[in-house]
């Protein structure tokens, strides 16, 4: 059954220090989404990457978020230093190659920042 | 740019009544239109999918969802609701494959007995 994995599922951290997210996406599928779920703003595109490049991360705070794709198994969004806004739901989601494909999504890591 | 938007934000149902939960877009060209069901906790899985040609699609659960351009609508339909159906549904759109989402602001639906 393939899925998108995404680890933690959950993460409580004190502001100030560094997270890491996790997602493997479905194997075969070369295009990977990060997405951050609020109550307030909904789902918001933050990046994605498409055979490892990143071809849009203008959602992203650039002082504080990144994301890479160390190899096509594993895609990571990392927030330094974390702050308290930054508590959310992040959904990772993959897509296969082709133009009639949808989304995949993770489980989603929810952060709270204290 | 794109954007999507779902008018209700919370609907409540009968267990056995129909359902229709609303969704508009705004885009220049025929979208690729999404409908996509969060339970609690849950990550969205896609309840059905429209790219082109038959309007009326069918997906799963029950579901199906109608693309009408002359209203730039693509609305979601159930028959007779469950009560697992109680969920947050969202409705998405794309100019083109394997790109980006946008997502409305979902509409949480209650089913009640």
């Known amino acids: 059954d393939a899925r998108v994995t995404q680890t933690p599922r959950h993460k409580v951290t004190e502001m100030g220090q560094e997270v890491t997210m996790r997602c493997q996406p479905i194997l075969g599928h070369n295009t990977v989404f990060w997405y951050r779920q609020t109550m307030m703003q909904g789902l918001e595109l933050l990046a994605y990457?498409?055979?490892?490049?990143?071809?849009?991360d203008s959602g992203m705070p650039k002082d504080r978020f990144s994301a890479e794709m160390p190899d096509a198994t594993l895609a990571t969004l990392k927030i330094q230093p974390s702050e308290p806004r930054d508590s959310a739901v992040y959904f990772c989601?993959?897509?296969?190659?082709?133009?009639?494909?949808?989304?995949?999504f993770g489980q989603g890591t929810r952060l709270t920042v204290v | 740019a794109q954007s999507v938007t779902q008018p209700d934000i919370h609907i409540t149902v009968s267990e056995g009544a129909s359902l229709e939960l609303r969704c508009n877009y705004s885009?220049?060209?025929?979208?690729?239109l999404f409908w996509y069901v969060q339970s609690p906790g849950q990550g969205l899985q896609l309840l059905l999918k429209y790219f082109s040609g038959d309007t009326l699609v069918q997906g799963i659960k029950g579901f199906e969802a109608e693309f009408k351009r002359s209203q730039s609508s693509f609305n979601l339909r159930k028959p007779s609701v469950h009560w697992s159906d109680a969920a947050e549904y969202f409705c998405?759109?794309?100019?083109?494959?394997?790109?980006?989402?946008?997502f409305g602001k979902g509409t949480r639906l209650s089913v009640i007995a």
């Open positions: 998405a759109v794309v100019n083109s494959g394997n790109t980006p989402l946008v």
């Open positions: 989601a993959s897509g296969s190659p082709g133009l009639n494909t949808e989304a995949f």
């Open positions: 990457f498409r055979n490892r490049a990143p071809l849009d």
């Open positions: 885009y220049g060209a025929t979208p690729y």
